[in-house]
């Protein structure tokens, strides 16, 4: 791994195949690459960089722009999470000629990546969010953030043959409905602390309960 972010997702694999290993529980890990849609995460780059250019503020482009990511759209992810609850793995149960780590034969365990396979340019992704958007992004061009990495590109082969897999939308039609996700969800109104109404509870103290114990020392219900 190159980055501590990275080792954390390797370990939590490790101990997911141990404990299948020791215990017989079967365990599917999912690795999504580079997640987009509505109600995305507001600290992701897709809401970042549209609530900059609506606003008018500059957008950082990391790497001066000339990293590669596997987009893929929120569906894509939702479908394959439901092929992969419907698809449970057995001990030794790997096809003959699969491309899969011998750890997924010695237990009931398999690791499936979800993207698109297919990666696209920083530079590509901002054009597509501004051609959504009508509007033309400030950028200010950055270089490499540490632990970072130049490419990320779903192997989806053993995905595709194992669970069927097949990721269904485009990156302009993604873009094309984050957008409009987005713009409607700014138009909501919110409700600041100061306004905000707090439900109001009423607090009760439980009563204490009384236990009993007989003369062979054994417990019993709460006494009324």
Request: some cysteine; aromatic content about 10%.
């Amino acid at each position: 791994p190159v980055s501590l972010y990275a080792a954390t997702k390797k370990s939590n694999e490790l101990m997911a195949h141990v404990y299948s290993h020791l215990h017989g529980l079967p365990t599917t890990g999912l690795r999504y690459f580079t997640v987009y849609g509505p109600w995305g995460r507001p600290d992701m780059s897709p809401w970042l960089f549209a609530s900059a250019i609506v606003e008018g503020r500059p957008i950082e482009v990391f790497n001066h722009g000339q990293m590669r990511r596997d987009y893929t759209y929120v569906d894509d992810i939702a479908e394959g999470t439901v092929l992969a609850l419907d698809h449970v793995p057995q001990r030794g149960s790997v096809a003959p000629g699969a491309a899969v780590h011998a750890a997924c034969e010695a237990a009931p365990y398999r690791v499936y990546n979800l993207g698109n396979g297919r990666p696209v340019e920083l530079t590509a992704f901002i054009a597509t969010l501004e051609d959504a958007l009508h509007l033309e992004a400030r950028k200010k061009e950055l270089p490499m953030q540490p632990g970072d990495v130049p490419v990320t590109c779903a192997d989806i082969s053993e995905t595709k043959r194992e669970l069927g897999f097949e990721p269904q939308v485009p990156l302009t039609t993604g873009v094309g409905r984050f957008v409009e996700w987005y713009l409607a969800y700014r138009q909501q109104p919110r409700v600041g602390r100061a306004t905000a109404q707090r439900p109001t509870i009423e607090r009760r103290r439980a009563p204490r309960a009384r236990w009993w114990v007989t003369e062979q020392g054994e417990g019993g219900r709460p006494a009324a």
